[in-house]
C-alpha cells in the first residue's frame, strides 16, 4: 500500500519495535552511554530491558543519552524526498534535548538537493510513552485518510492536551540530571520521600511527594482521574497509556489497578496498553518510572 505521506519520530517515542514496523513509522535512535565515551544506538546496538539491567547491575552509574545526528535524520528523510513522498517528522520537547534542530539541519541539507520534498517537522512538547501515542494518533489520521496538511493541524491542536503524570523509586537519577531542586533532593534522600510529577507542554512539574510506592503511584491515579474530571470531552476521545522502567511486572499490574479503578468510577475504558521507557527519560528516572501518559486523540469515533 503506498503512503500518503510518512510519519518519522526520534528514539523518545518509546514504541516497541515490533509496533514501530506494523504501523509503517521510521525511528530515528537516540544514544546512550555508561561511560561518556561509547555511545549505543537505543534498540539498534543496545535493548531497552539491556540498558536498565545494567543500570540495576551497576549503582551509582549513571548513563547519559546523545540526540540523533543532523546525518541521522538525512538518513531518514532522503528516501522519502527522492520518492516524493511527505513527511511528519515528530521529535521529543525543545526544552529537554536539541533533536528537533538536528531534524531541522537535516530538512534544509535535503531541501538543498530536492527542492520539492515536503518535510514537517513537529516540537512534540512531550515525550517518552506520551510521544509514543502521539505518534500513534499521527498514525492514526493518515490512515484514515486525512489529507498531510489536515494531519499537521490536527496534530498542533491535540498536543497541549497530552500529559505525563509519574513517579520515580528515589530522587537520585533526577537530583543527579539537575531536573529537580536540591532541597528536595537532599529531603528526599534524608527521609524516602518520593516525588509525584506531572510533564505539560514540554516542561516538569512538581505535583506532591509522599513517602513509599503506594501512595505515590495512588497519588499518580488520582492525578489522572482529575485530568479526566476537569475534562469536557468523554474518557473515550482520550489515549491512555501506561509507562514503566525496569519492571514489566509492576507495571502490568499497575495498568490492571488503574482499568479497575477507571471502571468503578464509570468511565468505559477497556484497556490501556502498556510500554517500556526508554533511555532518552530513563537515564533521568533511574529504573523504576511509573505512571501515565494520556492526550486527546486525533480522531474522536
Same mark, same amino acid.
Given at each position: 500500500?503506498?503512503?500518503?505521506?510518512?510519519?518519522?519520530?526520534?528514539?523518545?517515542?518509546?514504541? #516497541?519495535?515490533?509496533?514501530?514496523?506494523?504501523?509503517?513509522?521510521?525511528?530515528?535512535?537516540?544514544?546512550?552511554?555508561?561511560?561518556?565515551?561509547?555511545?549505543?544506538?537505543?534498540?539498534?546496538?543496545?535493548?531497552?530491558?539491556?540498558?536498565?539491567?545494567?543500570?540495576?547491575?551497576?549503582?551509582?552509574?549513571?548513563?547519559?543519552?546523545?540526540?540523533?545526528?543532523?546525518?541521522?535524520?538525512?538518513?531518514?528523510?532522503?528516501?522519502?524526498?527522492?520518492?516524493?513522498? #511527505?513527511? *511528519?517528522?515528530?521529535?521529543?520537547?525543545?526544552?529537554?534535548?536539541?533533536?528537533?534542530?538536528?531534524?531541522?539541519?537535516?530538512?534544509?541539507?535535503?531541501?538543498?538537493?530536492?527542492?520539492?520534498?515536503?518535510?514537517?517537522?513537529?516540537?512534540?512538547?512531550?515525550?517518552?510513552?506520551?510521544?509514543?501515542?502521539?505518534?500513534?494518533?499521527?498514525?492514526?489520521?493518515?490512515?484514515?485518510?486525512?489529507?498531510?496538511?489536515?494531519? *499537521?493541524?490536527?496534530?498542533?491542536?491535540?498536543?497541549?492536551?497530552?500529559?505525563?503524570?509519574?513517579?520515580?523509586?528515589?530522587?537520585?537519577?533526577?537530583?543527579?540530571?539537575?531536573?529537580?531542586?536540591?532541597?528536595?533532593?537532599?529531603?528526599?534522600?534524608?527521609?524516602?520521600?518520593?516525588?509525584?510529577?506531572?510533564?505539560?507542554?514540554?516542561?516538569?512539574?512538581?505535583?506532591?511527594?509522599?513517602?513509599?510506592?503506594?501512595?505515590?503511584?495512588?497519588?499518580?491515579?488520582?492525578?489522572?482521574?482529575?485530568?479526566?474530571?476537569?475534562?469536557?470531552?468523554?474518557?473515550?476521545?482520550?489515549?491512555?497509556?501506561?509507562?514503566?522502567?525496569?519492571?514489566?511486572?509492576?507495571?502490568?499490574?499497575?495498568?490492571?489497578?488503574?482499568?479497575?479503578?477507571?471502571?468503578?468510577?464509570?468511565?468505559?475504558?477497556?484497556?490501556?496498553?502498556?510500554?517500556? *521507557?526508554?533511555?532518552?527519560?530513563?537515564?533521568?528516572?533511574?529504573?523504576?518510572?511509573?505512571?501515565?501518559?494520556?492526550?486527546?486523540?486525533?480522531?474522536?469515533?
Amino acid at each position: 500500500m503506498s503512503e500518503t505521506f510518512h510519519i518519522i519520530s526520534d528514539g523518545s517515542c518509546d514504541l #516497541p519495535k515490533e509496533l514501530v514496523k506494523e504501523k509503517n513509522i521510521t525511528v530515528v535512535p537516540f544514544y546512550v552511554s555508561f561511560d561518556e565515551e561509547h555511545y549505543f544506538k537505543e534498540n539498534v546496538e543496545i535493548g531497552i530491558r539491556d540498558f536498565y539491567q545494567m543500570m540495576v547491575d551497576k549503582k551509582g552509574v549513571y548513563p547519559k543519552s546523545s540526540m540523533p545526528s543532523i546525518q541521522d535524520y538525512e538518513e531518514a528523510f532522503r528516501p522519502f524526498a527522492e520518492a516524493g513522498t #511527505p513527511v *511528519i517528522c515528530i521529535c521529543i520537547t525543545t526544552k529537554f534535548s536539541g533533536s528537533m534542530q538536528s531534524a531541522l539541519n537535516a530538512k534544509e541539507l535535503i531541501l538543498e538537493k530536492h527542492p520539492q520534498a515536503q518535510i514537517t517537522v513537529i516540537d512534540a512538547t512531550i515525550n517518552t510513552v506520551l510521544q509514543g501515542q502521539y505518534v500513534l494518533e499521527a498514525v492514526e489520521l493518515r490512515d484514515h485518510g486525512v489529507s498531510y496538511q489536515e494531519t *499537521i493541524t490536527r496534530l498542533e491542536e491535540i498536543k497541549s492536551t497530552g500529559r505525563i503524570f509519574f513517579t520515580v523509586g528515589n530522587m537520585e537519577y533526577l537530583k543527579h540530571g539537575g531536573r529537580i531542586g536540591k532541597v528536595a533532593a537532599l529531603a528526599g534522600g534524608a527521609l524516602d520521600i518520593r516525588p509525584i510529577i506531572t510533564l505539560k507542554q514540554g516542561e516538569i512539574f512538581p505535583s506532591g511527594i509522599d513517602r513509599g510506592r503506594k501512595r505515590t503511584l495512588k497519588k499518580v491515579m488520582n492525578l489522572l482521574l482529575d485530568y479526566l474530571q476537569k475534562s469536557s470531552l468523554g474518557a473515550d476521545c482520550y489515549s491512555i497509556a501506561v509507562g514503566y522502567g525496569y519492571d514489566i511486572e509492576e507495571g502490568a499490574a499497575f495498568r490492571d489497578q488503574a482499568l479497575t479503578t477507571l471502571q468503578s468510577k464509570g468511565y468505559a475504558i477497556e484497556q490501556i496498553p502498556v510500554y517500556q *521507557i526508554g533511555a532518552t527519560i530513563g537515564v533521568h528516572t533511574g529504573p523504576y518510572p511509573l505512571g501515565f501518559g494520556i492526550i486527546e486523540k486525533g480522531i474522536h469515533v
